[in-house]
C-alpha cells in the first residue's frame, strides 16, 4: 500500500460497511414489498451476501492493520487480496445484485 492508500484506509471501511447498511436496508424493503405481493423469500438471500461482503471487509481491515503495523508478511500477497478480500466483496456484490433486480427490476421495465 502506498502512503496515500494507507492515510485513507479508514474511509473505505467506513464505504464497505455503509454498503453493508445500504443492503440491510434494501433487504427490510425488499421483505416488506415481497409480502404485499407474495413473492418467494428471495430477500433471505441478502443475509448471504451481507456475509460475504462482511467477511471481504475483514480481509481489507486486516489488510489495512498490517499495513500500518509495517508487518507485509502473508496479509498484504496478491493472492491474500484475491482470497480474502475481492472475491467475497465480489460475491456479496452480484448476489445482492441479483435480488435487488429480482424484487426492483420492475422499475426499470415501466417505461
Sequence with gaps: MTDLQILTSHLGILALVATMFICRILRVLSSRM????????????????????????????AQCSAALAGKPAVVLTPDF??????????????INLIVTLKYWGWLAKSR
Excluded at 34 to 55: C, D, E, I, K, S
Excluded at 81 to 94: D, R, S
Design 34 to 61: 415481497g409480502t404485499v405481493t407474495r413473492m418467494p423469500p428471495y430477500h433471505r438471500w441478502f443475509n448471504v451476501g451481507n456475509a460475504f461482503l462482511g467477511l471481504g471487509t475483514l480481509g481489507y481491515v
Design 81 to 94: 487480496e484475491l482470497l480474502a478480500f475481492h472475491l467475497p466483496l465480489t460475491a456479496g456484490v452480484i
